[in-house]
């Protein structure tokens, strides 16, 4: 499987970015997908997945309310709207194939895109 992330870039507080990650290879294999992310000097942390089929979604607290992740069957690719940004929301954003066990845990995903830079400016 291999994912390609898109979509990063600047932008100021209060305003929004959308993020792709097509798919690409055995990704029938996989059910479930996630978008992770990772600021300056922290650990990997857990953003939102998407059930390939049933479409249901799961979200870190602190993306409640401004992003929405969803799958797209035709491009076979996975999308993360991203409103009312935040400086706190820098980081580069990685998607993944998630594989078995809890959503949060990065070890619980297979693959891995490269990444895509997310800077939000105050």
């Known amino acids: 499987v291999q994912l390609q992330a898109s979509g990063g870039g600047l932008v100021q507080a209060g305003g929004s970015l959308r993020l792709s990650c097509a798919a690409s290879?055995?990704?029938?294999?996989?059910?479930?997908w996630g978008w992770f992310r990772q600021a300056p000097g922290k650990e990997r942390e857990f953003v939102a997945t998407?059930?390939?089929?049933?479409?249901?979604?799961y979200y870190a607290d602190s993306a409640k309310g401004r992003f929405t992740i969803s799958r797209d069957g035709a491009k076979v690719a996975i999308t993360l709207q991203m409103n009312n940004l935040r400086p706190e929301d820098t980081a580069v954003y990685y998607c993944?194939?998630?594989?078995?066990?809890?959503?949060?845990?990065?070890?619980?995903?297979?693959?891995w895109g490269q990444g895509t830079l997310v800077t939000v400016s105050s």
């Open positions: 290879g055995r990704t029938r294999s996989f059910h479930t």
């Open positions: 993944a194939a998630h594989r078995g066990g809890d959503y949060f845990t990065t070890g619980s995903y297979a693959y």
């Open positions: 998407v059930n390939w089929s049933s479409r249901n979604t």
